[in-house]
C-alpha cells in the first residue's frame, strides 16, 4: 500500500470484509504501545471510552466523608 498526498490508503477488500468495514464505517487509528497502528470501528472506541468513564464514575461514587447540607454544597460550587 502507499498513503497519497492526501494521507488516504486503500484498505484492500478482504481486510474490509474480516474486520466487517462496510462502505460509510466509521473508523478511528489507534497507536499501540508496540507502536503498531490499528484500524478500529469508531463506536468500538467509543465504547472502550464510556466503559473506562463509567469505571471512574464507579469508583468514586460514595467517596464523600463529609455530611453538608445541600445549600452548603451549592455554595461550595459557586465560590
Partial sequence: MRITTKGQVTIPEEIR??????PGTEVDFVIGDDGLVRVIPSDRLRGERAASL???ISRLRGSADV?????????????
Fill in 17 to 22: 470484509e474480516a474486520a466487517g468495514f462496510g
Fill in 54 to 56: 463509567q469505571g471512574a
Fill in 67 to 79: 455530611a453538608l447540607p445541600t445549600d452548603e454544597i451549592m455554595a461550595l460550587t459557586r465560590e
